[in-house]
């Protein structure tokens, strides 16, 4: 189970700003947008929508999902807004079924759960790849702790390279790396932080 309470993020998510604001993670664009052959991408835990909408924008067919209700409510408003269209559904990031070999990209972008299940969540999604997707992600290390730009204050909802490298080690690795990067994403990720980046191709 999640170390959240269930409302956690729907209050998060109540005011009428966009918490991470409105424009795509960074690191997302810059993967996404290398990925010529565009089809069908996954996005757990994806908040208020600014990275589904960006891919959308780019002819993505985009699934995105999360537990707040609040959440999709306003990815659909931003989706609406650009004239755009996202699949959102609303689950425990735990709890969702993922079909297999559809999806040419994943993206898990500041998506923090315990060890086991963030084991888990990567497990289904390298499954639900197709031969030859990409999977892109970016979460705190370790070494954010004690920081405030961002994320969770629980060293076991963060990652290590360690951990990283291990729950994709049947991937062909494109990009591992830790680095201290500025965030500049609403008042909720702002400031020098510590991130771990990960790239990766499934190869069979």
Do not use: C
């Not at 990815?75 to 699949?87: D, K, R």
């Not at 888990?120 to 499954?127: A, W």
């Amino acid at each position: 189970m999640s170390l959240y309470k269930p409302n956690f993020w729907d209050e998060r998510f109540s005011g009428e700003d966009f918490i991470y604001g409105t424009e795509p993670n960074q690191f997302f664009k810059e993967q996404i947008d290398k990925i010529s052959a565009m089809g069908k991408l996954i996005l757990p835990g994806e908040g208020e929508g600014r990275n589904a909408v960006y891919a959308a924008s780019k002819g993505w067919n985009v699934d995105a999902f999360d537990q707040s209700k609040v959440a999709k409510q306003k990815a659909l408003q931003l989706a609406q807004q650009q004239g755009l269209h996202i699949n959102y559904t609303v689950t425990d990031i735990t709890n969702f079924i993922l079909e297999k070999n559809i999806y040419k990209a994943a993206a898990i972008i500041f998506v923090h759960l315990s060890p086991d299940e963030r084991s888990e969540l990567h497990k289904k999604l390298i499954s639900s790849l197709l031969r030859g997707g990409i999977i892109i992600v970016e979460l705190f290390s370790k070494n954010q702790f004690g920081k405030n730009s961002g994320g969770p204050q629980d060293l076991d909802m963060l990652s290590s390279l360690e951990d990283i490298k291990n729950d994709f080690k049947e991937m062909r690795t494109i990009l591992l790396e830790e680095k201290n990067v500025i965030l500049n994403e609403g008042n909720k990720h702002s400031g020098e932080a510590s991130v771990i980046r990960f790239v990766g191709e499934k190869i069979e």
